[in-house]
């Protein structure tokens, strides 16, 4: 077992031997220009590219010629958010999307009420799901866009995508899913599930870092977009700019490696995560789950030790790689969005650490990393006079604390 441990697959996966495999090629022999169509090097790279789409539409259900390549998820949701509101703005000016989505959909929101355009934040409920009730008490004449994630990257529940679809297209609303943590661990059928754009990014599923594709419905409804960059009018002239061959092919080779091996990935995760939450509170009091037990990702696993400080447990286990759900921002620690959004309460943010367990995880790191967590926890709440209070049966809630007014 090497150190340190990597239990952040939420944030990147490693690159998959056999995707590295697939790529080489095209940084050697095979550097053609997919959009040099007068020679065998740009033929050969335009092959390459046609038979990558195939294999990225195969894995969610789609065509190829929906497929559309950009830099990665950011610029996906960029160019589908934008695009809609640019294209469809003169018949409705609002848009729907949660306090729970990752930070390029909220701050593209965010842009586009600057540009006059009305967003309704909706709270997810405390397991971080958003319900298909409260996005249709949301819904207005005048919404031409609902955009919610499948699988939330701090806490892994899953929202009800087919169910909101289906009431997006009942209610002529374009709806797109930023399915970032979704596609490659959960099955994916933009028909089935009523999507008309989605986003995928190869490094969240062992694919290169700087490649990505956006999913846009051709047919019933056919969605057009306002592309956001101009230039050569390169994929249907929705994104511009020269075709990364290379990241191309490999997110094709990940996509590829992700839906056969779906079943036997998810018992893999599901196996190793009920492992480490498991033997975690077999030995600690206080534990608190985050999330929602019914739907979620198998592999992300984020739990709360009140009465420890995220940071501190973060460095007493700096020989495992995961994240907190606090950052430290210029100089005061916010607790995540995310967890906020859920309203789990201060206490229980600051407190909280994601497990993102992968293709490469094994059962001893998930023991060493129990192992570990267990010992710093209880080593940090030996500190802690609030643990000790709470041990003695005072209701924390309850102490007027010296100072306060």
């Given at each position: 077992m090497k150190l340190p441990i990597y239990l952040d697959y939420q944030a990147t996966t490693p690159v998959d031997p056999r995707v590295l495999e697939a790529m080489l090629p095209y940084?050697?022999?095979e550097f053609g220009n997919a959009a040099s169509r007068s020679h065998a090097y740009g033929w050969s790279a335009e092959e390459a590219v046609s038979n990558a789409r195939e294999k990225i539409a195969k894995t969610i259900g789609a065509s190829a010629k929906e497929i559309v390549f950009t830099s990665g998820s950011t610029e996906a949701i960029n160019l589908a958010m934008k695009g809609v509101a640019d294209m469809y703005g003169a018949k409705g000016k609002h848009i729907i999307t949660s306090q729970a989505e990752h930070k390029a959909v909220l701050d593209t929101a965010k842009h586009l009420e600057k540009q006059g355009f009305d967003v309704t934040y909706?709270?997810?409920?405390?397991?971080?799901?958003?319900?298909?009730e409260a996005v249709e008490a949301a819904m207005r004449e005048?919404?031409?866009l609902v955009s919610l994630m499948w699988a939330n990257n701090e806490v892994g529940t899953l929202n009800p995508i087919r169910e909101i679809g289906k009431l997006c297209h009942d209610r002529g609303v374009l709806f797109f899913t930023d399915a970032t943590q979704a596609v490659g661990k959960i099955p994916v059928d933009v028909e089935a599930d009523n999507i008309d754009l989605l986003c995928i990014s190869a490094h969240k599923l062992y694919g290169p870092k700087g490649v990505g594709c956006l999913f846009v419905r051709r047919r019933k409804p056919r969605v057009r977009l306002v592309s956001q960059m101009d230039g050569g009018g390169h994929e249907r002239g929705m994104r511009s700019g020269t075709l990364n061959v290379p990241g191309i092919v490999g997110l094709a080779e990940a996509c590829r490696l992700s839906r056969e091996s779906l079943d036997s990935e998810t018992k893999h995760a599901r196996a190793l995560r009920e492992r480490l939450e498991k033997s975690i509170c077999d030995r600690l009091d206080h534990v608190?789950?985050?999330?929602?037990?019914?739907?979620?990702?198998e592999g992300c696993l984020n739990l709360s030790f009140?009465?420890?400080?995220?940071e501190s447990l973060l460095m007493g286990i700096n020989d495992i790689a995961v994240s907190s759900g606090s950052a430290c921002t210029s100089a005061s620690l916010?607790?995540?969005?995310?967890?906020?959004?859920?309203?789990?309460?201060?206490?229980?943010?600051h407190s909280?650490?994601?497990?993102?367990?992968g293709?490469?995880?094994?059962?001893?790191?998930?023991?060493?990393?129990?192992?570990?967590?267990?010992?710093?926890?209880?080593?940090?709440?030996?500190?802690?006079?609030?643990?000790?209070?709470?041990?003695?049966?005072?209701?924390?809630?309850?102490?007027?604390?010296?100072?306060?007014?």
């Open positions: 940084f050697g022999a909706l709270d997810p409920d405390q397991t971080g799901r958003v319900s298909v005048d919404t031409i608190h789950f985050n999330g929602n037990r019914e739907h979620h990702l009140p009465y420890v400080e995220g916010e607790p995540s969005h995310v967890l906020r959004s859920m309203k789990v309460g201060d206490e229980i943010a909280s650490i994601r497990f993102g367990i293709r490469f995880t094994t059962e001893e790191e998930i023991d060493f990393c129990a192992d570990k967590v267990v010992e710093v926890v209880k080593r940090l709440r030996e500190l802690s006079p609030l643990y000790e209070m709470v041990l003695e049966g005072i209701d924390l809630s309850t102490v007027n604390w010296t100072g306060e007014h």
